[in-house]
């Protein structure tokens, strides 16, 4: 029974992530500070044999990404796919927000994903099989969204998968990386992130789970980039190839849609206030 940990698996696209695999047979760890939440979601998950693992652990910290680190490192019981879904988006603009939450935002979307990235490779190239699924966002493709560290850190994260999993060393051991740049989805974050998202068209809406089934069907095909509905792969074509001229007067400041008298922390992909900035 091959065995997937996905992080930021209790809402959103990483629990339609967790339902896609365990319905594919796999065997799950999930991730998120939430244990109660994680253990509700690893109940009802069908199960081929074993139950399901919670760990819980704020990867937005060191010792948080270390308790995944172990469990990645476990030779006895090895993860055969990593799907680093867990990540922040700032609810204020950049100059107004403290430097511990913009920290926070790199810590979880960017030193996140290098860590346990870094913590499953070497047994996946030695076993010569496995797969790594970074959840990024046409952001990524950006500016986008203006006065915000979110674009730049998905941009990080999808180059990185670019380069590590299109590498000589990665490829030549069957193991496979894919980039997910999903558009608006329906989930928490928005919300959360006090992103006004009523004018926004409701046909360019997509479900986690279509985000979901997209991602793995791309990933288990080898492709590199996973976008999963053509109207944003158009997009995701005009933000890589039109000149930034042209690109930037369609770009938009998401922070000033809400208001955000009573907002002092990021919202993240578990659904809650990241625990790093409540100090």
């Not at 760890?29 to 994680?38: G, K, T």
């Not at 979601?41 to 270390?66: E, F, I, K, Y």
């Not at 792969?233 to 042209?246: D, K, Q």
Request: contains cysteine; charged residues 20%; positive net charge.
């Amino acid at each position: 029974m091959p065995t997937a940990l996905v992080t930021g698996a209790s809402a959103g696209i990483g629990r339609a992530l967790a339902h896609a695999l365990a319905d594919r047979g796999y065997h799950l760890v999930l991730v998120s500070r939430d244990a109660a939440r994680l253990g509700a979601l690893a109940t009802s998950l069908p199960s081929s044999g074993s139950s399901h693992q919670v760990l819980a652990a704020d990867l937005a910290t060191v010792d948080g990404c270390r308790t995944v680190e172990r469990r990645l490192q476990d030779k006895g019981h090895p993860v055969d796919l990593l799907v680093n879904n867990a990540g922040i988006a700032p609810s204020r603009p950049f100059p107004d927000n403290p430097v511990e939450a913009e920290e926070a935002v790199l810590d979880l979307n960017v030193r996140a994903v290098l860590r346990l990235t870094h913590a499953a490779l070497p047994g996946m190239v030695a076993r010569r099989s496995g797969g790594v699924l970074n959840v990024a966002s046409v952001a990524a493709l950006g500016p986008g969204w203006l006065a915000s560290t979110y674009p730049p850190s998905k941009s990080w994260v999808l180059a990185f998968t670019e380069s590590v999993g299109r590498s000589r060393h990665v490829r030549r051991a069957g193991v496979r990386m894919t980039a997910v740049l999903p558009g608006y989805t329906t989930t928490e974050f928005h919300a959360r992130a006090c992103i006004a998202t009523e004018n926004f068209p409701a046909r360019m809406w997509l479900s986690p789970d279509r985000v979901a089934e997209r991602a793995l069907r791309d990933l288990e095909r080898g492709r590199t980039v996973s976008i999963p509905d053509a109207r944003y792969r158009l997009i995701c074509w005009a933000l890589r190839h039109l000149p930034r001229p042209v690109v930037l007067p369609w770009c938009w400041d998401p922070s000033g849609t809400a208001e955000l008298d009573d907002v002092d922390a990021p919202a993240d992909h578990d659904g809650q206030q990241p625990v790093s900035v409540r100090r």
